[in-house]
Protein backbone atom coordinates (compact mmCIF):
# COMPACT_ATOMS: atom_id res chain seq x y z
CA UNK A 1 0.00 0.00 0.00
CA UNK A 2 2.80 2.58 0.97
CA UNK A 3 4.36 1.73 -2.33
CA UNK A 4 1.30 2.53 -4.41
CA UNK A 5 1.01 5.35 -2.33
CA UNK A 6 4.36 6.64 -3.06
CA UNK A 7 3.95 5.72 -6.65
CA UNK A 8 1.01 7.71 -7.06
CA UNK A 9 2.72 10.69 -5.24
CA UNK A 10 5.37 11.09 -7.74
CA UNK A 11 3.09 10.50 -10.78
CA UNK A 12 1.05 14.00 -9.11
CA UNK A 13 4.28 15.57 -8.71
CA UNK A 14 5.89 14.92 -12.28
CA UNK A 15 2.53 16.01 -13.54
CA UNK A 16 2.16 19.11 -12.02
CA UNK A 17 6.01 19.71 -13.38
CA UNK A 18 5.38 19.21 -16.76
CA UNK A 19 2.37 20.92 -16.47
CA UNK A 20 4.24 24.25 -14.76
CA UNK A 21 6.47 23.74 -18.03
CA UNK A 22 4.13 23.61 -20.63
CA UNK A 23 2.27 27.04 -19.04
CA UNK A 24 5.00 29.04 -18.75
CA UNK A 25 6.93 27.67 -22.62
CA UNK A 26 8.06 30.43 -23.87
CA UNK A 27 7.73 30.66 -27.98
CA UNK A 28 9.95 33.75 -29.14
CA UNK A 29 13.75 34.61 -28.05
CA UNK A 30 13.51 38.32 -29.19
CA UNK A 31 16.64 40.65 -29.92
CA UNK A 32 15.88 44.50 -29.35
CA UNK A 33 17.74 47.28 -30.08
CA UNK A 34 16.50 51.02 -29.18
CA UNK A 35 18.48 53.54 -31.02
CA UNK A 36 17.61 57.60 -31.07
CA UNK A 37 17.24 59.48 -34.06
CA UNK A 38 17.46 63.12 -34.54
CA UNK A 39 16.57 63.26 -30.81
CA UNK A 40 18.97 63.57 -27.94
CA UNK A 41 18.57 61.78 -25.05
CA UNK A 42 21.01 62.50 -22.27
CA UNK A 43 20.35 59.59 -19.49
CA UNK A 44 21.80 56.46 -22.15
CA UNK A 45 20.80 54.13 -19.07
CA UNK A 46 17.52 54.85 -19.56
CA UNK A 47 17.79 53.51 -23.62
CA UNK A 48 19.05 50.27 -22.23
CA UNK A 49 16.95 49.63 -19.57
CA UNK A 50 13.92 50.28 -22.13
CA UNK A 51 16.19 47.93 -24.36
CA UNK A 52 16.15 44.96 -21.67
CA UNK A 53 12.64 45.59 -20.39
CA UNK A 54 10.99 45.49 -23.81
CA UNK A 55 13.26 41.97 -24.48
CA UNK A 56 12.40 40.90 -21.18
CA UNK A 57 8.34 41.27 -21.97
CA UNK A 58 8.82 39.34 -24.93
CA UNK A 59 11.43 36.81 -23.92
CA UNK A 60 9.88 35.74 -20.40
CA UNK A 61 5.80 35.82 -21.31
CA UNK A 62 4.15 32.66 -22.68
CA UNK A 63 1.25 33.63 -25.73
CA UNK A 64 0.27 30.29 -26.12
CA UNK A 65 -0.37 26.74 -24.20
CA UNK A 66 1.86 25.23 -26.49
CA UNK A 67 5.60 23.94 -25.63
CA UNK A 68 8.18 24.96 -27.43
CA UNK A 69 11.84 23.46 -27.10
CA UNK A 70 14.46 25.76 -26.92
CA UNK A 71 15.50 25.14 -30.51
CA UNK A 72 12.14 25.71 -31.80
CA UNK A 73 11.92 29.01 -30.41
CA UNK A 74 10.75 31.78 -32.68
CA UNK A 75 13.72 34.25 -33.27
CA UNK A 76 12.65 37.75 -33.84
CA UNK A 77 15.11 40.89 -33.86
CA UNK A 78 13.20 43.97 -33.10
CA UNK A 79 15.02 47.20 -34.15
CA UNK A 80 13.24 50.48 -32.55
CA UNK A 81 14.33 53.81 -33.66
CA UNK A 82 13.42 56.81 -31.75
CA UNK A 83 12.64 59.84 -33.36
CA UNK A 84 10.53 62.07 -31.10
CA UNK A 85 9.86 62.80 -27.96
CA UNK A 86 6.36 64.77 -27.36
CA UNK A 87 6.67 64.82 -23.95
CA UNK A 88 8.69 63.32 -20.82
CA UNK A 89 7.85 59.93 -20.47
CA UNK A 90 6.67 59.89 -24.45
CA UNK A 91 7.91 58.22 -27.56
CA UNK A 92 7.56 58.43 -31.12
CA UNK A 93 9.22 55.60 -32.87
CA UNK A 94 9.88 53.41 -35.98
CA UNK A 95 10.24 49.68 -35.39
CA UNK A 96 11.53 47.13 -37.95
CA UNK A 97 10.44 43.33 -37.00
CA UNK A 98 11.91 40.59 -38.13
CA UNK A 99 11.26 37.05 -37.64
CA UNK A 100 12.68 33.81 -38.38
CA UNK A 101 12.45 30.01 -38.51
CA UNK A 102 14.87 27.56 -38.76
CA UNK A 103 15.24 25.38 -42.14
CA UNK A 104 15.21 21.28 -41.11
CA UNK A 105 18.39 19.62 -41.42
CA UNK A 106 20.00 22.37 -42.26
CA UNK A 107 22.04 25.88 -39.91
CA UNK A 108 19.98 28.31 -42.35
CA UNK A 109 17.58 30.26 -41.12
CA UNK A 110 15.09 31.78 -42.85
CA UNK A 111 13.11 35.15 -42.87
CA UNK A 112 8.83 34.90 -41.84
CA UNK A 113 8.21 38.36 -41.65
CA UNK A 114 10.50 41.80 -42.27
CA UNK A 115 7.98 44.37 -41.26
CA UNK A 116 8.40 47.96 -41.00
CA UNK A 117 6.04 50.18 -38.32
CA UNK A 118 6.20 53.91 -38.98
CA UNK A 119 3.60 55.04 -35.95
CA UNK A 120 5.61 52.67 -32.98
CA UNK A 121 4.13 55.49 -30.18
CA UNK A 122 4.43 53.85 -26.67
CA UNK A 123 4.76 55.47 -23.09
CA UNK A 124 7.64 54.26 -20.94
CA UNK A 125 8.99 54.82 -17.56
CA UNK A 126 12.12 52.72 -15.97
CA UNK A 127 10.31 52.50 -12.91
CA UNK A 128 6.95 50.78 -14.05
CA UNK A 129 7.03 47.60 -15.32
CA UNK A 130 5.65 46.83 -18.84
CA UNK A 131 1.99 45.44 -17.79
CA UNK A 132 0.04 43.79 -20.04
CA UNK A 133 -3.98 41.96 -19.85
CA UNK A 134 -5.46 39.69 -22.85
CA UNK A 135 -8.78 41.53 -22.33
CA UNK A 136 -8.13 44.84 -21.66
CA UNK A 137 -6.07 47.90 -22.53
CA UNK A 138 -3.27 48.64 -20.40
CA UNK A 139 -1.04 50.69 -22.55
CA UNK A 140 0.43 51.09 -25.90
CA UNK A 141 3.77 49.87 -25.57
CA UNK A 142 2.83 45.93 -24.05
CA UNK A 143 -0.36 45.86 -27.10
CA UNK A 144 2.78 46.39 -29.56
CA UNK A 145 5.02 43.77 -28.14
CA UNK A 146 2.02 41.39 -27.74
CA UNK A 147 0.64 41.84 -31.01
CA UNK A 148 3.48 41.34 -32.65
CA UNK A 149 4.28 38.40 -30.76
CA UNK A 150 1.07 36.74 -31.65
CA UNK A 151 1.74 37.95 -35.32
CA UNK A 152 5.10 36.10 -35.62
CA UNK A 153 3.71 33.05 -33.72
CA UNK A 154 0.90 32.91 -36.73
CA UNK A 155 3.40 33.12 -39.18
CA UNK A 156 5.62 30.19 -38.10
CA UNK A 157 2.24 28.05 -37.44
CA UNK A 158 1.53 28.72 -40.99
CA UNK A 159 4.56 27.38 -42.23
CA UNK A 160 4.16 24.58 -40.64
CA UNK A 161 0.68 23.53 -41.24
CA UNK A 162 -1.72 25.00 -43.60
CA UNK A 163 -3.21 28.05 -41.66
CA UNK A 164 -2.47 26.97 -39.01
CA UNK A 165 -1.83 30.52 -37.65
CA UNK A 166 -5.33 31.31 -37.72
CA UNK A 167 -5.70 31.52 -33.77
CA UNK A 168 -3.03 33.59 -33.55
CA UNK A 169 -4.59 36.21 -35.77
CA UNK A 170 -7.28 35.94 -34.06
CA UNK A 171 -6.09 36.54 -30.91
CA UNK A 172 -3.98 39.20 -32.65
CA UNK A 173 -7.23 40.84 -33.86
CA UNK A 174 -8.33 41.17 -29.94
CA UNK A 175 -4.99 43.31 -28.95
CA UNK A 176 -5.99 45.40 -31.60
CA UNK A 177 -9.74 46.34 -31.08
CA UNK A 178 -8.56 46.57 -27.39
CA UNK A 179 -5.81 49.20 -28.06
CA UNK A 180 -8.14 50.98 -30.80
CA UNK A 181 -11.16 51.55 -28.70
CA UNK A 182 -8.97 53.38 -25.79
CA UNK A 183 -9.27 56.93 -24.76
CA UNK A 184 -6.14 57.67 -23.39
CA UNK A 185 -5.28 61.00 -25.03
CA UNK A 186 -1.72 60.62 -25.03
CA UNK A 187 -1.17 57.35 -25.78
CA UNK A 188 -3.69 57.29 -29.08
CA UNK A 189 -2.47 55.48 -31.94
CA UNK A 190 -4.29 55.47 -35.88
CA UNK A 191 -2.19 53.12 -36.79
CA UNK A 192 -4.43 50.32 -34.93
CA UNK A 193 -6.95 51.54 -37.29
CA UNK A 194 -7.77 51.67 -40.93
CA UNK A 195 -6.70 55.08 -41.46
CA UNK A 196 -3.27 54.31 -43.37
CA UNK A 197 -2.89 51.50 -46.07
CA UNK A 198 0.55 50.19 -45.04
CA UNK A 199 0.19 50.01 -41.11
CA UNK A 200 0.09 47.08 -38.81
CA UNK A 201 -3.95 46.98 -39.08
CA UNK A 202 -3.99 46.09 -42.43
CA UNK A 203 -1.03 43.64 -42.03
CA UNK A 204 -3.13 41.94 -39.74
CA UNK A 205 -6.27 42.69 -42.04
CA UNK A 206 -4.84 40.80 -45.11
CA UNK A 207 -3.46 37.63 -43.04
CA UNK A 208 -7.51 37.32 -41.98
CA UNK A 209 -8.74 38.37 -45.70
CA UNK A 210 -9.85 35.27 -47.21
CA UNK A 211 -9.24 36.23 -50.82
CA UNK A 212 -5.73 36.30 -49.93
CA UNK A 213 -5.44 32.72 -48.19
CA UNK A 214 -3.21 31.46 -51.04
CA UNK A 215 -0.41 33.50 -49.27
CA UNK A 216 -0.70 31.74 -46.29
CA UNK A 217 -1.83 28.47 -47.61
CA UNK A 218 1.57 28.95 -49.96
CA UNK A 219 3.36 29.67 -46.70
CA UNK A 220 2.95 25.81 -46.21
CA UNK A 221 3.96 25.02 -49.42
CA UNK A 222 7.00 27.23 -49.32
CA UNK A 223 8.72 26.01 -46.16
CA UNK A 224 7.41 23.02 -44.90
CA UNK A 225 7.22 21.23 -48.27
CA UNK A 226 9.44 23.40 -50.26
CA UNK A 227 12.95 24.25 -47.59
CA UNK A 228 12.49 22.25 -45.42
CA UNK A 229 12.79 19.32 -47.61
CA UNK A 230 15.55 21.05 -49.95
CA UNK A 231 18.69 19.28 -48.91
CA UNK A 232 17.33 15.78 -49.52
CA UNK A 233 15.08 16.45 -52.46
CA UNK A 234 15.95 19.72 -53.97
CA UNK A 235 13.73 19.26 -57.55
CA UNK A 236 10.79 18.35 -55.16
CA UNK A 237 11.30 21.68 -53.07
CA UNK A 238 11.41 23.67 -56.06
CA UNK A 239 8.28 22.39 -57.16
CA UNK A 240 6.80 22.96 -54.02
CA UNK A 241 7.93 26.78 -53.69
CA UNK A 242 7.10 27.36 -57.38
CA UNK A 243 2.99 26.36 -56.51
CA UNK A 244 3.40 28.62 -53.32
CA UNK A 245 4.48 31.75 -55.67
CA UNK A 246 1.65 30.84 -58.13
CA UNK A 247 -0.64 31.13 -55.35
CA UNK A 248 1.17 34.63 -54.42
CA UNK A 249 0.80 35.44 -57.98
CA UNK A 250 -2.74 35.10 -58.28
CA UNK A 251 -3.87 37.04 -54.52
CA UNK A 252 -1.50 39.64 -55.31
CA UNK A 253 -3.25 40.01 -58.63
CA UNK A 254 -6.32 40.03 -57.15
CA UNK A 255 -5.90 42.56 -54.74
CA UNK A 256 -3.00 44.88 -56.48
CA UNK A 257 -0.52 46.57 -54.31
CA UNK A 258 -1.46 44.54 -51.34
CA UNK A 259 0.05 44.96 -47.85
CA UNK A 260 0.89 41.21 -47.80
CA UNK A 261 2.27 40.63 -50.90
CA UNK A 262 4.26 43.41 -50.80
CA UNK A 263 5.74 42.07 -47.46
CA UNK A 264 6.03 38.67 -48.59
CA UNK A 265 8.26 39.61 -51.72
CA UNK A 266 10.45 42.24 -49.60
CA UNK A 267 11.25 39.64 -47.36
CA UNK A 268 11.74 36.69 -50.17
CA UNK A 269 13.17 38.01 -53.10
CA UNK A 270 16.52 37.53 -52.70
CA UNK A 271 15.56 34.31 -51.47
CA UNK A 272 13.76 33.08 -54.22
CA UNK A 273 16.44 33.74 -56.73
CA UNK A 274 19.14 31.88 -54.60
CA UNK A 275 17.04 28.96 -54.76
CA UNK A 276 16.33 29.03 -58.33
CA UNK A 277 19.44 30.03 -59.63
CA UNK A 278 21.31 26.33 -59.03
CA UNK A 279 18.42 24.94 -60.37
CA UNK A 280 18.30 22.95 -63.93
CA UNK A 281 15.29 23.07 -65.20
CA UNK A 282 15.81 26.47 -67.59
CA UNK A 283 12.01 26.67 -68.39
CA UNK A 284 11.03 26.72 -64.74
CA UNK A 285 12.99 29.41 -64.51
CA UNK A 286 11.81 31.18 -67.43
CA UNK A 287 8.40 30.44 -66.06
CA UNK A 288 8.81 32.06 -62.70
CA UNK A 289 11.17 34.72 -63.45
CA UNK A 290 8.33 35.78 -65.79
CA UNK A 291 5.85 35.10 -63.53
CA UNK A 292 7.77 37.33 -60.16
CA UNK A 293 8.45 40.11 -62.58
CA UNK A 294 4.82 40.82 -63.42
CA UNK A 295 3.62 40.71 -59.91
CA UNK A 296 7.01 42.10 -58.20
CA UNK A 297 8.39 44.83 -60.66
CA UNK A 298 10.52 45.55 -58.48
CA UNK A 299 12.52 42.94 -57.65
CA UNK A 300 12.63 41.72 -61.63
CA UNK A 301 16.29 42.29 -61.85
CA UNK A 302 16.72 39.77 -59.12
CA UNK A 303 14.39 37.12 -60.69
CA UNK A 304 16.43 37.69 -64.19
CA UNK A 305 19.50 37.40 -62.69
CA UNK A 306 18.51 33.51 -61.80
CA UNK A 307 18.58 32.65 -65.40
CA UNK A 308 22.18 32.54 -65.79
CA UNK A 309 23.99 29.60 -64.83
CA UNK A 310 26.02 29.31 -61.63
Known sequence: MKSNSLLSSVVVILACLLSTRASHAQEILAEVRVTTEN??????QLVQQMQKDIQGFINTRSFTSQTYRPEER???RMFVGITAIPQNGQYVATARIVTTRPVYGTGYETNLLSFTDRNFKFNYSPQNPIDYSENTFVGNLSSLLAFYA???IGLDQDSFARLGGSPYYDRARSVLQNAASQTTTNESDEAWK?????NRYWLLNNLQDPQLEAIRTGSYAYYRQGLDVFIEKPDDARTSI???????????TRRPGTLLARAFFDTKADEIANIFRSGNDVQQKQNLATLLSEVDPTNSAKYQ???KQP
Open 305 to 307: AML
Open 150 to 152: YIA
Open 194 to 198: DGQTR
Open 39 to 44: VTIADQ
Open 74 to 76: IRM
Open 242 to 252: FTALQGVQAAA
